[in-house]
C-alpha cells in the first residue's frame, strides 16, 4: 500500500497570505489528523476528521482550519499567516483513530512565512 | 487539557547499553500511550504503543511500562545500536477532548 502523502512537501508564503496544505490517507483509512511540528513548541495536535467532519480539535485559533473529502483526502487551511505559522505540518491517517489505531504520518509540508 | 512531561531531554549511551526515558500525564482519562521515532528530516514512526489496561510490553529489544496510579509510563530500549539514534515522543491520548497531547521529545545518541 502507498504511504500517507502531502503536497507541496515547502512552500514559502509571506505574512498575511492564506496556505491550503494536502494530505492523501493510506487507502482504506479514514481518519486523518494533522499536527504542527517546531523547534520551539515541539509536536502539536491540530485537528482530526473523520468521515468528513472534525472530531477533535487541539488549542490553536480558528485560522487554522481543515476540511475531508469523501474520498477521505484533508486539506488544511490557514489563513493570515504570522511569522509563527513557519512549521513542519504533518498529517497521518489511521483505519479509525486516534487512540484506537496506529497513525501513519506523512513526510510533512514545511511551511517558511516572510 | 493533558500535560505530557517527557524526559530527560537529551540522552547519551554508549552502544550496547540500555536507554530509559519517561513520560508522565496528568489527565487520568487518557487510555492509549504510544511512542514515536523520529529521525532527522523525517516522519515520526510509532515503535511501540501500550493502552491503560495493560502494565508492560514488549516487543523485541523495545519495551513499555505503564503506571496508571502514578501516571506515567516509560520506554525502555536495551542492547542499543548506533541506528537507534533518534529523537523519541511519547504521547497520550483519549483524555478530556481526546486529544493527541506529545511529550517534548528525546534526542537519544547510541555511541558506537
Known amino acids: 500500500k502507498a504511504g500517507v502523502t502531502q503536497t507541496p512537501r515547502y512552500l514559502i508564503k509571506t505574512r498575511g497570505q492564506q496556505v491550503t496544505l494536502s494530505c492523501s490517507p493510506i487507502?482504506?483509512?479514514?481518519?486523518v489528523s494533522w499536527y504542527q511540528q517546531t523547534p520551539g513548541q515541539g509536536l502539536q495536535f491540530l485537528f482530526e476528521y473523520f468521515s468528513e467532519t472534525q472530531r477533535n480539535k487541539g488549542n490553536f485559533p480558528g485560522r487554522f482550519s481543515g476540511r475531508q473529502f469523501s474520498n477521505s483526502r484533508s486539506e488544511m487551511n490557514v489563513s493570515t499567516l504570522e511569522l509563527g505559522d513557519s512549521a513542519l505540518y504533518l498529517c497521518?491517517?489511521?483505519?479509525?483513530?486516534?487512540?484506537?489505531?496506529?497513525?501513519?504520518f506523512g513526510p510533512g509540508t514545511r511551511l517558511t512565512v516572510l | 487539557g493533558e500535560n505530557v512531561e517527557q524526559h530527560p531531554s537529551t540522552l547519551s549511551v554508549q552502544e550496547g547499553d540500555s536507554a530509559v526515558i519517561k513520560c508522565t500525564y496528568s489527565d487520568s482519562a487518557s487510555n492509549y500511550f504510544p511512542w514515536y521515532k523520529q529521525e532527522l528530516g523525517k516522519r515520526p514512526q510509532l515503535i511501540i504503543d501500550i493502552r491503560s489496561n495493560v502494565g508492560e510490553k514488549k516487543d523485541q529489544r523495545i519495551a513499555v511500562t505503564l503506571n496508571k496510579t502514578a501516571k506515567h509510563f516509560s520506554l525502555h530500549i536495551t542492547e542499543t545500536q548506533p541506528e537507534d539514534s533518534a529523537v523519541y515522543f511519547c504521547?497520550?491520548?483519549?483524555?478530556?477532548?481526546?486529544?493527541?497531547?506529545f511529550g517534548t521529545g528525546t534526542s537519544l545518541t547510541v555511541i558506537p
Open positions: 487507502s482504506g483509512h479514514r481518519s
Open positions: 497521518a491517517s489511521s483505519l479509525v483513530g486516534l487512540s484506537t489505531d496506529t497513525q501513519y
Open positions: 504521547a497520550a491520548i483519549g483524555g478530556t477532548g481526546n486529544q493527541f497531547y
